[in-house]
């Protein structure tokens, strides 16, 4: 995420205002608007769009004051970035975004932290986040998507956990280390399970997995060394070439996962 940190920094230095004119502002706002408007509007829409069908409301169980406080989305990324593949193919980008907020693992996606609990919006390719809720275990964390166009590169995908929301969570060590944050195991395999199902919808180049991935390698760029060290998600022809001697589990049909060897469960 080194590419997009000082946005979001941004974006977090907006975050008390958006919470004081939220309270001032959501009843009006909810009487000039009928729910779900703005999404529809966004997409160009009339009548119910088939994404909104498909969204489920599930309980929130983060608390709210939790879900504002500044302190959880700062800090690094424990990340799912994903090669969808050559720039400007604004179709398949958009099939791989809804992908991956349909996951029944995860809530949302809202616009701003202030929108937290309220009707999720249709997820569109902006340049800004879109946040939400990651279901992990019995806990949820606070996470959001990045949709990011490389100039003559490619389009990528990002599914992103601060540490902050770790380390309130879980007390996180930083950087993260799973000697010490044993969860971690569960964490990057669920994230890989995430990646598998948007695979299954929209195959990608390639997919990363781990603690400020994003734009560390490309499928074209991809090594031997970076496929014996893991946290990957390759198609296969991609990973017979490569030359590596692990063998990788098959996650989804065509879809290998490299787990990372330093978050590796031996037992």
Do not use: N
Not at 12 to 34: F, H, I, M, N, S
């Amino acid at each position: 995420m080194r590419r997009v940190r000082l946005v979001f920094e941004h974006l977090v230095a907006q975050l008390g205002a958006y919470a004081t004119q939220a309270r001032e502002t959501r009843a009006a706002a909810a009487k000039a608007r009928p729910p779900g408007a703005r999404g529809k509007a966004q997409l160009g829409l009339s009548g119910e769009e088939p994404f909104i069908r498909r969204i489920r409301r599930i309980g929130i169980g983060m608390d709210r004051s939790t879900y504002l406080r500044e302190d959880v989305w700062r800090g690094s990324y424990f990340e799912l970035a994903l090669e969808i593949g050559p720039a400007g193919d604004d179709s398949r980008a958009k099939r791989a975004l809804e992908a991956l907020w349909q996951h029944p693992a995860l809530l949302g996606p809202w616009e701003r932290e202030d929108e937290f609990g309220s009707d999720p919006i249709v997820p569109v390719l902006h340049p800004s986040p879109l946040l939400g809720c990651l279901r992990f275990d019995d806990v949820e964390l606070a996470c959001m998507s990045w949709f990011i166009r490389e100039e003559a590169g490619s389009d990528w995908l990002d599914l992103s956990i601060p540490t902050g929301m770790l380390e309130a969570a879980y007390g996180a060590s930083s950087p993260l280390d799973a000697q010490k944050d044993p969860w971690l195991v569960r964490l990057e395999r669920l994230l890989a399970t995430i990646g598998a199902r948007i695979f299954e919808v929209e195959p990608f180049q390639l997919g990363l997995l781990g603690e400020e991935v994003s734009g560390a390698s490309s499928a074209s760029d991809l090594t031997v060394e970076e496929c014996e060290w893991g946290g990957l998600l390759v198609p296969l022809q991609l990973w017979e070439s490569c030359g590596s001697r692990r063998a990788p589990e098959l996650i989804a049909p065509g879809l290998a996962f490299i787990p990372s060897p330093h978050i590796r469960c031996d037992g």
